[in-house]
């Protein structure tokens, strides 16, 4: 495992792509995150940033492998797989993890009559993992941790950890869709306990949460980097209808509670 990780943002949105120019400035496609931790690639979340992460890979970025883990199904954090360039090389590797029980519904959705081409079609090797919550995987020399996000329809949130040469604990936590309530905070905070980095769920400002919908704002988030100890926190997941304006407004309230703070922009890397 290399002594560090780079965490690259492809996709910052919610719900739907945004490509119109007043939200470009942090991004108009949808959730999509790859940590390079080694030899292979792990890409949290299919969003429609997964097809640019794809292009990259083809100009000379491919790894032996590519471990794709799904939060959930929804179609924002989907959408970019059946355009995903890999797919159709027959020398990737790709495996494809998701809440068990979840396959027979993404092969409908890749799949005719939606799509022309079914995920048993591409060229490439793809192999399917179910994974339950609170289980503990394992992804070449990286460990994984699942544990049930608070969301509509259910969700998967990810902790994923490894050692450095050095002997130092690498982790990053990955939080999409999940709406913070007293009854998943304990849970949430010691999910996320030191974390290098947490991926977090800003779906809203703070002044337009909606109770049910399954998302945080980013005043949430800081609480919890704060209580869990973690070393820095990654706002995303950013409503479809906020704008880069708006998103500047708030990104400035929130570095001013915390300096540990930053709002993703497709194209970010983080090194940790």
Not at 148 to 153: D, E, K, L, M
Not at 167 to 186: F, H, M, Q, R, W
Not at 207 to 228: F, M, P, V, Y
């Amino acid at each position: 495992m290399q002594q560090e990780w780079n965490i690259t943002v492809w996709g910052v949105r919610g719900s739907a792509p945004r490509p119109e120019r007043e939200f470009l400035d942090f991004g108009g496609n949808t959730s999509c995150i790859c940590a390079d931790c080694g030899r292979d690639l792990v890409v949290l979340d299919g969003g429609s940033g997964l097809s640019a992460l794809g292009r990259t890979l083809d100009a000379g970025g491919n790894r032996e492998k590519i471990h794709i883990l799904l939060s959930h199904l929804h179609l924002d954090h989907v959408m970019g797989l059946p355009s995903f360039s890999p797919f159709f090389d027959p020398a990737a590797e790709i495996h494809i993890y998701a809440k068990a029980a979840s396959f027979h519904k993404l092969e409908t959705l890749v799949g005719p009559p939606f799509w022309p081409v079914a995920l048993s079609d591409f060229p490439a090797r793809v192999w399917l993992h179910e994974l339950w919550t609170n289980e503990r995987f394992s992804l070449n020399g990286l460990e994984g941790h699942t544990m049930a996000g608070n969301h509509p329809g259910g969700s998967l949130l990810y902790r994923l950890e490894a050692a450095a040469p050095d002997g130092t604990v690498k982790s990053l936590v990955y939080t999409p869709d999940c709406e913070t309530n007293a009854s998943i905070l304990p849970a949430l905070t010691e999910f996320s306990r030191d974390a290098d980095l947490l991926i977090w769920d800003a779906g809203f400002a703070p002044e337009d949460l909606k109770k049910g919908w399954g998302h945080s704002t980013w005043e949430q988030g800081i609480r919890l980097r704060q209580a869990a100890g973690a070393k820095k926190i990654l706002m995303t997941h950013y409503d479809s209808n906020y704008s880069d304006s708006f998103l500047r407004t708030q990104e400035k309230r929130a570095v001013r509670m915390d300096a540990a703070c930053c709002f993703a922009r497709e194209g970010m890397v983080i090194t940790l």
